[in-house]
């Protein structure tokens, strides 16, 4: 049984414009959550309100926090599109890019966030199944993604009472992977599907119930709950 209600709780999504974040916002609204997403894009729509400002710029964060006053759920999905190069392919600026919006912008996002945040509040990251499932080409997803584990588990204990967690995605049916309905993109998901115990890749709504788990059991802290439909096997 969950810990807390999100009925009223301030639930506040950087990267909550499309994707993954965009479910994660919808699925807090029908939970009774007030949800707040912020992107470089404004435009939400129905009961969610929408603040522009871009993970990398902080005082535009500073600003938006400000605005909203108390946060008691706060959630980071925001991240660069970034190819797999292998070493002999990896470009400096690519690299700084990834890092820059997932990592760094993840981090400067929560400490300005910190007068907001209250008491007992949820933090919850974002990383991916390459931190822990590796290959060529991985190099760049992997060494990011593993890094934003490493530090909710190291914030989780400095942060406390508060709670600190990481929601780790495996391959999810996004317009990461092309426009929806797209031959290319539908025959990938079948393909990479078919490789899955599960028989099937996974939905925005699959991994959104991992961040309502997240923030409703107030017991799970320092947890990266993976969502790869057997992936890492």
């Not at 584990?149 to 400095?158: D, H, N, Q, R, V």
């Amino acid at each position: 049984m969950s810990d807390t209600s999100l009925k009223n709780q301030q639930v506040v999504v950087i990267g909550g414009t499309s994707g993954i974040g965009r479910e994660v916002a919808n699925a807090a609204l029908q939970r009774g959550a007030i949800v707040t997403v912020i992107g470089r894009s404004a435009k939400a729509g129905g009961d969610i309100r929408a603040i522009a400002a871009d993970v990398t710029d902080n005082a535009a964060l500073v600003q938006a926090f400000a605005a909203i006053g108390r946060i008691d759920h706060l959630v980071l999905t925001a991240g660069a599109r970034v190819g797999s190069p292998k070493l002999t392919e990896l470009q400096r600026e690519e690299l700084e890019l990834a890092f820059n919006v997932k990592l760094f912008g993840s981090l400067f996002a929560i400490q300005a966030a910190l007068p907001y945040l209250t008491p007992n509040a949820s933090v919850t990251l974002t990383s991916g199944l390459l931190s822990r499932k590796f290959g060529p080409g991985g190099l760049l997803k992997s060494t990011l993604n593993a890094a934003v584990e490493a530090t909710a588990k190291t914030l989780a204990k400095e942060l406390a009472p508060r709670r600190v967690n990481v929601v780790s995605p495996g391959v999810i049916d996004t317009e990461l992977w092309g426009e929806a309905g797209a031959e290319s993109r539908v025959a990938a998901m079948a393909r990479i599907g078919k490789g899955l115990p599960v028989g099937r890749v996974g939905t925005p709504q699959d991994v959104a119930q991992a961040y309502m788990l997240a923030m409703e059991n107030g017991f799970v802290s320092g947890a990266v709950l993976d969502i790869e439909g057997g992936g890492l096997l």
